[in-house]
């Protein structure tokens, strides 16, 4: 959109294509015409169901700003930076804003927004600007002037400034200036595909069948060779005429010229074309619905890989333009936008609630953070940090017993399990890394009735008789837990 003699006009009025200002090309040589970009889109289906996945997959993400600090990152919903991407303008909600840039640029290889300022000098607005009418062009100086051509070359021209545009645009091998459009790579598989649609239709247009031969044991004149094919036609050609009984006169006899499917591999070079469509895109077939090579264990996660694999790395050039061409207009180099993929990415339920329970277990997540990541209310008590399989929030650590063995005895503390006297017995034996584990689960508790003799022994195959007659003998002993943990270290092997 852009402002002409104090009106508004829109950008997404047809241009004009013959004097387009669009380099290096707008379209591709097909059969036997030429298409424009834009008519690609329009006509060709799988260019349209690609582009449309990956602008539909863009826009419904998350679009949020952050500022960076000493302890980590916060959200900045007030920023003005914030509030601009979140509302771009008056005429278009977010989400259709951002479909129309994707697919811009996937169509066309680049998208251009027009920055509208406001009173204070800042973007106010942000309004697309079709590709197609924007010549671009370097000065002097180095800096870029975009000039604006309403509908031809000659309309009155606009002349943008370089910091007035955001300006999205695909790697080209031979410029720096614009876009090279994915539709380029694809000129042939797309004019095999507009020949391979436009002979199935001629082909059911037709007759629905290869062609037909008459013969007639005469010769015939131009005037009655040409009646017997207008009267063959009207009755014969055309899908509603398929299989009519055909009368012939004087000795004629048809021949049916056979040219299947088959021979023609007619099939095979539309799913040849689909398949090369998808690959110029990088997009994994499965998104798309086909299904010829899915299977149940890997089309789940060829769905994951859309976002993770193919549209993560065009979402960071996205928000590397935005960070160079348009944050910079606030002033303020501690905020950034960012795509958030969290939600696209969530697997299953059961999947889920087991990253959750691990998260929360080793002192990753809160419980309330996972609650609202599963859109559930706040519980009072659920903010805190836990680790470890014992749950013990994460700032009462410090004050619980030491799991090492004690350096010294306990007043009144005697070992419970008495010293093996003579040589009559073998004193038995304990690993150390079972009896650091054994004692670290129970230094966590305040006394020995709180040990939980099943987690205590969790993992020690062969050994868990010995640490469960300890314990045992210990709470009949009215041991403390530190008199415990010196009886296990004592049967520690040497």
């Not at 302890?71 to 007030?78: F, N, P, V, Y």
């Not at 598989?189 to 062609?211: F, M, V, Y």
Request: proline content about 7%; some cysteine; glycine content about 6%.
């Amino acid at each position: 959109m852009i402002l002409s003699g104090g009106q508004l006009v829109l950008a997404d009025t047809t241009p004009s294509f013959a004097n387009t200002y669009y380099a290096p090309s707008t379209g591709l040589n097909l059969t036997d015409f030429f298409s424009s970009y834009q008519a690609i889109y329009k006509n060709q289906l799988w260019v349209y169901v690609v582009v449309r996945k990956l602008a539909l997959g863009t826009a419904r993400l998350p679009l949020k700003v952050y500022r960076r600090g000493k302890d980590g990152r916060t959200e900045e919903r007030d920023n003005p930076y914030a509030v601009l991407l979140n509302n771009p303008n008056q005429h278009m909600n977010p989400k259709h804003f951002w479909e129309w840039t994707v697919s811009t640029l996937n169509v066309f290889g680049e998208a251009i927004w027009l920055k509208v300022r406001g009173r204070d000098g800042k973007p106010a607005e942000l309004w697309p600007v079709h590709p197609i009418n924007i010549a671009v062009k370097r000065e002097d100086d180095g800096t870029l002037s975009y000039i604006y051509h309403l509908g031809n070359a000659f309309t009155p021209k606009f002349v943008i400034p370089q910091s007035d545009i955001v300006h999205f645009k695909n790697y080209h091998p031979d410029t720096t200036l614009r876009g090279l459009s994915p539709l380029e790579p694809l000129r042939m598989t797309l004019l095999n595909e507009d020949s391979a649609r436009r002979a199935s239709t001629a082909l059911w247009k037709n007759g629905a069948r290869p062609s037909v031969t008459l013969s007639h044991p005469g010769k015939l004149s131009t005037e009655a060779m040409a009646r017997l094919k207008a009267n063959w036609d009207a009755i014969h050609s055309s899908v509603d005429n398929f299989a009519k009984t055909a009368i012939l006169e004087e000795g004629m006899k048809p021949e049916v010229l056979s040219l299947n499917a088959e021979e023609l591999q007619y099939i095979e070079t539309r799913k040849l074309n689909r398949e090369e469509v998808v690959a110029a895109y990088d997009v994994p077939p499965p998104v798309v619905h086909i299904l010829d090579r899915a299977t149940f264990s890997n089309i789940t996660e060829q769905m994951r890989s859309l976002y993770r694999d193919t549209m993560a790395p065009r979402l960071q050039l996205l928000e590397a333009d935005l960070d160079f061409q348009l944050r910079p207009d606030f002033e303020d180099d501690t905020v950034y936008a960012e795509f958030l993929m969290d939600e696209v990415l969530r697997g299953d339920f059961e999947s889920r609630m087991d990253a959750y329970s691990k998260a929360i277990g080793y002192g990753v997540l809160e419980p309330a953070e996972a609650r609202e990541a599963e859109n559930r209310p706040f519980v009072e008590g659920s903010d805190r940090l836990f680790i470890n399989a014992a749950n013990i929030p994460i700032d009462e650590v410090s004050s619980r017993t030491s799991p090492s063995p004690p350096a010294e005895d306990v007043p009144g503390d005697k070992p419970a399990v008495p010293e093996p006297q003579g040589d009559t017995q073998p004193k038995p034996k304990l690993p150390p890394a079972k009896a650091r584990l054994v004692t670290d689960r129970a230094g966590r508790r305040e006394a020995l009735a709180d040990v939980d003799p099943q987690t205590l022994v969790m993992g020690l195959n062969g050994d868990s008789e010995l640490v469960l007659s300890v314990l045992a003998d210990c709470r009949d002993a009215g041991a403390s837990v530190a008199a415990f943990c010196r009886d296990i270290w004592n049967l520690v092997e040497d």
